[in-house]
């Protein structure tokens, strides 16, 4: 009886000591007194008045547009379709891209386009936001949403949403920071004025 209890007790301490530490550790790594770049509370809740935009302008949701899918790479889904325009948010107008990511055993471009939803795993979002936002990103906002409009997560907990993961060797702005033009963008040029 009491060793059961010692055991609660003491994974009840690690699990307390374990979420005390991690975001201390997430906020080293970005330098003291620095905002966190992504997965705070202003960054999900900026998510959630994106993907209503989104939802409203027929970008993501039960009637979001299809375009035509294609056979996509890693990290990226298996198969993906790629829609972009402008998109108003809290009175600020920009470009948002929205891509969707589909994967599941049976994936294939022809099941994709017959049935969206069935292979739908992730939306994976770039916006344009306001000046200063970003400027060492070109402004970037980037999200990475679920079928329903929650969030992904990283590893460490962290929600996909913000400056994502600004200052580290992996993750959105690592690697789309190798796209051509110097605009972060993949698929075109458009803008990289
Ligand atoms: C390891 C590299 C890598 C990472 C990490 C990555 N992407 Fe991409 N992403 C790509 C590549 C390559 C393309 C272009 C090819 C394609 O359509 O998949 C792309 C395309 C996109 C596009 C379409 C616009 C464009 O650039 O062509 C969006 C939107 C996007 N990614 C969002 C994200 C978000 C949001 C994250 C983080 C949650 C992310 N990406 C992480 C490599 C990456």
């Given at each position: 009886m009491e060793m059961k209890l010692k055991n609660i007790l003491g994974r009840l301490?690690?699990?307390?000591?374990?979420?005390?530490?991690l975001p201390l550790s997430a906020q080293a790594q970005m330098g003291k007194g620095m905002k966190m770049p992504f997965?705070?509370?202003a960054s999900v809740s900026y998510s959630q008045k994106l993907w209503s935009a989104l939802a409203d302008a027929h970008m993501v949701g039960p009637n979001a547009i299809m375009s035509k899918p294609y056979k996509g790479q890693h990290p990226h889904g298996a198969v993906l379709d790629t829609i972009e325009g402008p998109v108003t948010v809290g009175g600020h107008?920009?470009?948002?891209?929205v891509k969707r990511n589909y994967g599941g055993p049976d994936v294939s471009i022809a099941n994709v386009a017959n049935n969206p939803a069935k292979y739908l795993k992730?939306?994976?979002?770039?916006?344009?936001?306001?000046?200063?936002y970003d400027a060492d990103n070109k402004n970037w906002y980037w999200a990475k949403y679920k079928a329903n409009g929650g969030l992904h997560k990283n590893p460490k907990g962290m929600s996909l949403a913000g400056r994502v993961a600004k200052g580290m060797?992996?993750?959105?702005?690592?690697?789309?920071?190798?796209?051509p033009g110097g605009d972060m963008v993949f698929n075109n040029d458009r803008y990289a004025h």
């Amino acid at each position: 009886m009491e060793m059961k209890l010692k055991n609660i007790l003491g994974r009840l301490l690690s699990i307390a000591l374990l979420s005390a530490l991690l975001p201390l550790s997430a906020q080293a790594q970005m330098g003291k007194g620095m905002k966190m770049p992504f997965g705070d509370k202003a960054s999900v809740s900026y998510s959630q008045k994106l993907w209503s935009a989104l939802a409203d302008a027929h970008m993501v949701g039960p009637n979001a547009i299809m375009s035509k899918p294609y056979k996509g790479q890693h990290p990226h889904g298996a198969v993906l379709d790629t829609i972009e325009g402008p998109v108003t948010v809290g009175g600020h107008s920009g470009i948002a891209i929205v891509k969707r990511n589909y994967g599941g055993p049976d994936v294939s471009i022809a099941n994709v386009a017959n049935n969206p939803a069935k292979y739908l795993k992730a939306v994976t979002v770039m916006y344009e936001r306001e000046d200063g936002y970003d400027a060492d990103n070109k402004n970037w906002y980037w999200a990475k949403y679920k079928a329903n409009g929650g969030l992904h997560k990283n590893p460490k907990g962290m929600s996909l949403a913000g400056r994502v993961a600004k200052g580290m060797p992996k993750g959105c702005i690592a690697c789309h920071t190798a796209a051509p033009g110097g605009d972060m963008v993949f698929n075109n040029d458009r803008y990289a004025h």
